[in-house]
């Protein structure tokens, strides 16, 4: 993939005709190279990472009474690996044998619809992670005793009149089930101050670049 994106640059992001200063076009195509390539690094570290410390939390949460939770986590982080794995595959269906210009607005394009995908998919792992936490510390092992069971006998032993539902506090019920559609409705706006943190500059300088090439075609 590098090989081919290293072809593209040469020819500059303009068309020879198009742009009368080849100091700034060849400027502006290392610029674009240097971003596009930043961000494919990244990107394909963060993937490794999230399968890599799946493995670390099966071991250490097995080996801390609460495997249901690293069990949980596995399977979420490596759907979310699976899901940006993909992603990152389809850039290279970006079409290459166009100028620069043209390649850096197709990997803009691609930049938007992963976000949106995974602003999507946040809807669905917050709550996800939340509700893992919960069953996991609730039905953990710590010392041959269930935190679960030992929380709801403490709250019937201090509080006889507490209405239960299938064996649990109804409060805590409600609370569950409210934390849970407001990390549904937020989840998109955690994702994005979370994507702002890892890629917020490399966005930025992106949204530059393209602007100001847009600027120099007019």
Not at 131 to 137: A, E, P, Y
């Amino acid at each position: 993939m590098e090989k081919s994106i290293e072809s593209i640059w040469k020819k500059g992001f303009l068309n020879s005709d198009a742009l009368v200063a080849p100091k700034l076009n060849n400027l502006y195509a290392q610029k674009s190279k240097h971003i596009i390539d930043k961000f494919n690094n990244m990107f394909r570290k963060n993937i490794i990472a999230i399968v890599i410390s799946t493995f670390f939390a099966l071991g250490f949460t097995y080996w801390t009474g609460i495997p249901y939770l690293g069990i949980c986590m596995f399977f979420i982080l490596n759907l979310l690996a699976i899901v940006n794995y993909k992603l990152w595959k389809s850039l290279e269906k970006i079409n290459k044998n166009v100028d620069s210009f043209h390649y850096l607005k197709s990997f803009d394009g691609w930049m938007k619809e992963q976000v949106t995908m995974n602003r999507k998919f946040a809807k669905f792992m917050y709550p996800a992670f939340f509700l893992s936490i919960l069953l996991g510390f609730w039905l953990g092992d710590f010392g041959g005793t269930i935190p679960g069971e030992n929380l709801v006998e403490n709250i019937i032993t201090n509080y006889p009149n507490t209405i239960l539902v299938f064996g649990l506090p109804i409060y805590g019920i409600l609370a569950i089930i409210a934390t849970t559609v407001l990390l549904i409705i937020f989840g998109d706006n955690i994702y994005n101050f979370d994507v702002k943190l890892m890629y917020g500059r490399i966005f930025n300088k992106l949204d530059e670049l393209v602007a100001d090439m847009e600027e120099l075609r007019k």
